[in-house]
């Protein structure tokens, strides 16, 4: 009785992990993912970069479309400014993702452990905060030009996702008004995203989220910030 009561233990732990990984990709990783209670996210662990083990740029399984709408006159190209659905992303250059940092704010623990080994699997550095205050302070203790990108959950205590751009966009430095900010919220609707541009962010996905658009995302805003201060 003890290892049949053992065994279902066990099956009701995975099959949580599978539902709390479908809020980050929809597939769900594949395996474990290691506590990131601190600051910073460790890299390596037993969870896939992607949806079933997929490497950027691969054309598997690329899961449902989800609300994206990048703020006017930042937009890529490829990307519609009237519509809040998209398809999938196109494929990612890994050697554009090895060494950007982002800063990751998320209040949900398992949330943020399942995107850390994601992000760092992918080859970003990760440092996380834990709610909107966190993300805000975190941001400005660190030397200009640290984050490459900001992961804004929306929902979060203290300060929520809203307040907390609005904060690193006010703050009195070089990098504050042009680090990417993008939302990750569980709203879609077009009142939410317009909340999100208005706040500051650059760009808006819905939950449940698929990495694969959030490295696209992220890869999209560096190489416009990049070709912005190009031209300054």
Do not use: W
């Amino acid at each position: 009785m003890q290892g049949e009561g053992n065994a279902r233990s066990q099956g009701d732990s995975g099959e949580k992990r599978r539902n709390v990984s479908s809020a980050v990709s929809p597939d769900g990783p594949d395996g474990s993912a290691r506590g990131t209670h601190g600051a910073k996210c460790g890299s390596g662990g037993a969870c896939g970069a992607f949806a079933g083990g997929d490497a950027p740029g691969s054309s598997r399984g690329a899961g449902p479309d989800f609300g994206v709408l990048p703020k006017s006159g930042g937009a890529p190209s490829d990307v519609s400014l009237t519509s809040e659905r998209v398809g999938p992303p196109p494929a990612i250059d890994r050697g554009e993702l090895r060494g950007l940092r982002v800063l990751l704010a998320e209040d949900n623990d398992l949330n943020a452990e399942i995107a850390c080994e994601l992000l760092s699997e992918s080859g970003l550095v990760v440092d996380r905060a834990v709610d909107g205050e966190k993300a805000c302070g975190l941001f400005e203790a660190s030397p200009v030009g640290t984050y490459d990108a900001v992961l804004m959950d929306v929902q979060m205590p203290r300060r929520d996702g809203y307040e907390a751009t609005r904060c690193i966009r006010a703050l009195d430095r070089p990098d504050a008004a042009s680090v990417p900010i993008i939302a990750m919220s569980a709203n879609a609707f077009s009142d939410d995203v317009r909340a999100s541009l208005a706040s500051g962010m650059d760009m808006h996905l819905s939950k449940p989220i698929d990495m694969r658009q959030v490295l696209s995302a992220i890869v999209r805003l560096v190489r416009k910030r990049r070709a912005d201060e190009g031209r300054a």
